[in-house]
T-cell receptor, first 114, second 109 residues
């Protein structure tokens, strides 16, 4: 079946602009995660959605970052007033039920803030 | 701060040799997973080992877990050039996975 998809694959924006990154999880997966990976670094957890529960936003680096998940499926990560330090690859993953399960990752969105 | 820390940060070996990567973590875990990443994009799940397991095999991969030492190792036997990638351990201690900084493995043909 189809895996996790993300769009766009690459996004170049100017400092101060808002960006929206999209993630389509695997159908039937109730858990969805957003991570950020800076060049040559490990993954930084951003936010976690589990079914209809309130999302775990503990990893969001600032109030410029927000995410929503509509209808328990597609998720959008929004970064307002982008800064150069926001440049990174943003990875989305989904799992069947929770973090104890295998996470399936999308190809990521490479964000470059000029 | 990262829960898992991989060691070494970088490893270069010849094709056919074995590669061993280690991961240490700080708190109690439910399970530990290893992932592979090519070219800085999406991660691919390799293997999951639960806290009550000590060793697990999958093809040329062998993972061990020592909860008393809070450490795990990933062994890739008979390495191939196609194994060149970054390898991450990830620990589940609740509702999220915490990833280490990764080991960059290069396998020379």
């Amino acid at each position: 079946g189809a895996g996790v998809s993300q769009s766009p694959s690459n996004k170049v924006t100017e400092k101060g602009k808002d960006v929206e990154l999209r993630c389509d999880p695997i159908s039937g997966h109730t858990a969805l995660y957003w991570y950020r990976q800076s060049l040559g670094q490990g993954l930084e957890f951003l936010i976690y959605f589990q079914g209809n529960s309130a999302p775990d936003k503990s990893g969001l680096p600032s109030d410029r970052f927000s995410a929503e998940r509509t209808g328990g499926s597609v998720s959008t990560l929004t970064i307002q007033r982008t800064q150069q330090e926001d440049s990174a690859v943003y990875l989305c993953a989904s799992s069947l039920s929770d973090a104890a399960d295998t996470q399936y990752f999308g190809p990521g969105t490479r964000l470059t803030v000029l | 701060s990262q829960q898992g820390e991989e060691d070494p940060q970088a490893l270069s070996i010849q094709e056919g040799e074995n590669a061993t990567m280690n991961c240490s973590y700080k708190t109690s875990i439910n399970n530990l997973q290893w992932y592979r990443q090519n070219s800085g994009r999406g991660l691919v799940h390799l293997i999951l080992i639960r806290s009550n397991e000590r060793e697990k095999h999958s093809g040329r991969l062998r993972v061990t877990l020592d909860t008393s030492k809070k450490s795990s190792s990933l062994l890739i036997t008979a390495s191939r050039a196609a194994d060149t990638a970054s390898y991450f351990c990830a620990t589940d201690a609740g509702n999220m996975l915490t990833f280490g900084g990764g080991t960059r493995l290069m396998v020379k043909p």
